[in-house]
């Protein structure tokens, strides 16, 4: 069956950077879109990045671009999203999810169990 | 962007009731919406994509309906297992897609 297991979350100080990285298995990782979705504390999902299958194309959200880039390496099924300039907003669970297609960002059929950021002083 | 609309924030249902959220998108959508549900500690659930299809393994009781602006999914007959916050979520306009706040299924 379908793992998404992610890894590196902590606590972090403003401004410091973290690397998460997702481990897939159960499905042929290569193939498919991924995303990275986080949720602050009492908050609702937000959607933070996308890559395409071959990691050719990517689009994050505006509070995060020039701060957070997703990247894959598909020889490892891994996931990754480095994340610099911390800011406390970014403080939440991480989850990396599966998208069902291929090529551009569609919806979500598989997540990860998250990792909690915390940006905290 | 477009911005999605939940409502209610909190909906209290006895068991074996029937529950009924809507999802509103500030311009068409079309039919490309997904709704998921998310259980405390969990990850969060695909149920139904396409506004209306059920996902694998996902039980007649959810039903999904709508297209353009507004959508609506059912639960028919609330199981224990079914209070859980509820999200809706469009794929029609990216970057970025996005998600409804969430409606919070309780037990009355």
């Known amino acids: 069956q379908v793992q998404l297991v992610e890894s590196g979350g902590g606590v972090v100080q403003p401004g410091g950077s973290l690397r998460l990285s997702c481990a897939a298995s159960?499905?042929?990782?290569?193939?498919?879109?991924m995303h990275w979705v986080r949720q602050a504390p009492g908050k609702g999902l937000e959607w933070v990045a996308f890559?395409?299958?071959?990691?050719?194309?990517?689009y994050c959200a505006v509070s995060v671009k020039g701060r957070f880039t997703i990247s894959r390496d598909n020889s490892k099924n891994t996931l990754y999203l480095q994340m610099n300039s911390l800011r406390a907003e970014d403080t939440a669970v991480y989850y990396c999810?599966?998208?069902?297609?291929?090529?551009?960002?569609?919806?979500?059929?598989?997540w990860g169990q998250g990792t909690l950021v915390t940006v905290s002083s | 962007e477009v911005v999605m609309t939940q409502s209610p924030a909190t909906l209290s249902v006895s068991p074996g009731e029937r529950a009924t959220l809507s999802c509103r998108a500030s311009?068409?959508?079309?039919?490309?919406l997904a709704w998921y549900q998310h259980k405390p500690g969990q990850a969060p659930r695909l149920l139904l994509s396409?506004?209306?299809t059920r996902a694998t393994g996902i039980p007649p009781r959810f039903s999904g309906s709508g297209s353009g602006t507004e959508f609506t999914l059912t639960i028919s007959s609330l199981q224990s297992e079914d209070f859980a916050v509820y999200y809706c979520?469009?794929?029609?306009?990216?970057?970025?897609?996005?998600f409804g706040g969430g409606t919070k299924v309780e037990i009355k």
């Open positions: 890559i395409r299958y071959d990691g050719s194309n990517k």
């Open positions: 979520q469009q794929y029609y306009n990216w970057p970025p897609l996005t």
């Open positions: 311009q068409s959508v079309g039919s490309n």
């Open positions: 999810v599966k998208d069902v297609r291929w090529q551009q960002p569609y919806y979500f059929d598989h």
């Open positions: 396409g506004a209306s």
């Open positions: 159960g499905f042929t990782f290569s193939s498919y879109g």
